[in-house]
């Protein structure tokens, strides 16, 4: 089985304050994701890697950077933390085919 | 660009009763198709998917999809629902294999509340 891993469940931060969220896959995929999910709003992608070291832009990156420096993990960065970036964080990862496999997700709250 | 949209926000049914829900997409060309469920407080996992061929799937816990290539659906079936299907729903589609391409675009999602 895909097993993939969020570094926190539950990640209280304060305003200003820079967060990394940490991702790790267990099944050598190439591909790597972060979306955040708010209610009503649905997934939205924050970032994507297609290996290590390589990055690409989502839909909603502002705010958000992201490190890729071994295949088996993808950080996400909040450079300087906002209450609007208060939210569900979730990691995905694809291998050769096209399904992905979700982490269970940091909530993270920014007060 | 490619988009999903889910017809219903949140569907509250009782136990036994069927189930549908909506997915449209807009894209002209080959698609895959998903449909993702998310139990309260766990991840988020895959109900099952259509990549070619029978366009009735059938996929986890008794649920299937068809996709009507003639209306861009791709709609979530169950004939008799359980209290333990209470979870969201996310529709999603890509367009193909390789780069930006291989990326899901995904529905708003779809809340179920079965009542007991």
Same mark, same amino acid.
């Given at each position: ?21 940490? %991702? ?30 390589? =990055? ?14 071994? =295949? ?7 450079? &300087?933390? &906002? ?7 979730? %990691? ?20 | ?47 099952? =998917? ?10 986890? =816990? ?28 996310? %529709? ?25």
């Amino acid at each position: 089985d895909v097993k993939v891993t969020q570094s926190s469940r539950y990640l209280v931060k304060r305003t200003g304050e820079k967060v990394f969220l940490e %991702c790790v896959q267990d099944m050598d995929h190439e591909n790597m994701f972060w979306y955040r999910q708010d209610p009503g709003l649905g997934l939205r992608l924050i970032y994507f890697s297609y290996d290590v070291k390589m =990055k690409e832009k989502g839909d909603i990156p502002e705010g958000y950077s992201v490190s890729r420096e071994k =295949k088996e993990r993808f950080s996400l960065i909040l450079e &300087s933390a &906002s209450t609007n970036q208060t939210s569900m964080y979730l %990691c995905a990862s694809r291998g050769p085919g096209v399904e992905q496999y979700f982490g269970p997700g940091t909530r993270l709250t920014v007060t | 660009a490619q988009s999903v949209s889910q017809h219903n926000h949140h569907v509250i049914l009782s136990e036994a009763a069927s189930l549908e829900l909506g997915c449209n997409y807009s894209y002209g060309g080959t698609v895959n198709l998903f449909w993702y469920v998310q139990y309260p407080g766990q991840h988020l996992q895959l109900l099952l =998917k259509y990549f070619s061929g029978d366009p009735l799937v059938k996929g986890i =816990k008794g649920f299937e999809a068809e996709f009507i290539k003639s209306k861009f659906s791709f709609n979530l079936r169950k004939p008799s629902v359980q209290w333990s299907d209470t979870a969201e729903y996310f %529709c999603a589609v890509n367009a193909g294999y390789g780069g930006s391409q291989g990326n899901l675009i995904f529905g708003k999602g779809t809340k179920l509340s079965v009542k007991p």
